[in-house]
């Protein structure tokens, strides 16, 4: 298979679909790839380092996207890369389509097949593919919010693990998943004070019995958030639908009563966002303010980090990129029902039920397009 790997346009976006190693994997097992010239550049991936391992350079994206039948890329396709995409042509990257009416239309136009980072399943439960960037982000949104609450920065000039005869600050984690449990990994690293909530009362245990009297466990209700944003100086937001927008679990009245200069990350925004006061921003310009309480709402968090994000994401995608490569997209998701969870549009057709019923299509199974 001809394999495409351009370079991503996303605003600040750095890191790559492939690596050289990656490239290599592929190489081996008789495939072509096309890497854009640069593509890996400003993360130390050299285009002389692609060709060691088998690519051919590419100086423009417009001539990957016409030759290549497989697509990889990290990021969602941007309005001129859906429409470079065509009929049959395989997509196989983050897409994130709950909250984006405008990116799912257009892939539907293409008749592109779509499969999705974030929605295939692993054999043991979980997103294999989401997990290694949400492990970054959710590390990433404790520095973040640290960084925030610095006065330079717009915050209350609270330093989160305070020092000694000072009171650390509250830090409030809402969902106890892979970004929460990695915000809590550094929260309690810092010596902040923690308070973490979920509906699942088996992970608040295991969590208990990791971490102690080192943090508070609460069930995740109304009624909790409410007290725990309130009372906390940074709140993380890490809770994910899979497939679907994020619940609006913190509300305008909440963030219009909580501390003058504190700050809210929200790690959901790729899926909508979970505080209503939520819209995406990017790394140039990462918050804006809102009743005094400083928003950290960038979308695309690991770009930040974009070589260690790189190398995390391949290890996780290159699995089913050989099998892709392998064996067509059609057998390789008769083979693979995690696979196959991935593909959210396909030929025209809305195949990922969250998707369809959130923005209005009709719902095709998988299952039907696959001969």
């Known amino acids: 298979m001809l394999v495409g790997v351009p370079k991503e346009i996303k605003n600040q976006e750095s890191r790559v679909g492939l690596t050289p190693a990656s490239v290599k994997e592929l190489i081996l097992r008789g495939h072509q790839v096309l890497v854009q010239q640069n593509a890996g550049a400003a993360i130390g991936l050299t285009d002389a380092m692609y060709e060691g391992s088998g690519a051919t350079i590419i100086a423009d994206a417009a001539e990957i996207f016409a030759r290549a039948e497989m697509i990889v890329k990290v990021k969602e396709p941007q309005a001129q ?134 943090v508070a466990t609460m069930y995740s209700n109304a009624h909790s958030i409410e007290e ?69 709402c960038v979308a695309n968090m690991p770009g930040a980090v974009a070589r260690t994000s790189t190398f995390a994401l391949n290890n996780a995608t290159i699995g089913h990129a050989l099998a892709l490569a392998d064996k067509g997209w059609q057998k390789a998701l008769k083979a693979n029902p995690h696979l196959k969870n991935g593909l959210n549009v396909c030929q025209g057709k809305v195949t990922y039920e969250a998707v369809a019923h959130g923005l209005g299509y009709h719902y095709v199974d998988a299952d039907s397009l696959l001969g």
């Open 81 to 214: 890369e859906c429409a470079m995409l065509r009929e049959g042509q395989i997509l196989y990257t983050y897409l994130h389509l709950a909250p984006d009416p405008e990116q799912t239309r257009a892939l539907v136009a293409s008749g592109a097949v779509c499969i999705a980072y974030e929605t295939i399943t692993g054999p043991n439960g979980g997103l294999p593919l989401l997990a290694p960037m949400s492990e970054v982000a959710g590390r990433m949104s404790i520095q973040a919010g640290a960084a925030h609450l610095e006065k330079s920065k717009g915050g209350m000039g609270l330093l989160l693990g305070g020092v000694p005869g000072v009171a650390p600050g509250h830090i409030a984690i809402i969902g106890a998943g892979v970004v929460g449990t990695n915000a809590l990994q550094m929260a309690v690293g810092i010596g902040a004070r923690v308070t973490i909530l979920d509906k699942n009362v088996d992970r608040l245990r295991q969590l208990d019995l990791v971490y102690g009297n080192r």
């Open 228 to 296: 725990a944003v309130l009372d906390a100086d940074l709140v993380i937001g890490g809770v994910l639908v899979p497939g679907a927008a994020a619940p609006k679990l913190v509300t305008k009245s909440m963030i219009a009563r909580m501390k003058q200069g504190a700050v809210v990350v929200d790690v959901a925004i790729d899926q909508g966002g979970c505080f209503e006061t939520s819209h995406a921003t990017t790394h140039e310009q990462p918050t804006y303010v809102v009743d005094g309480v400083v928003h950290y």
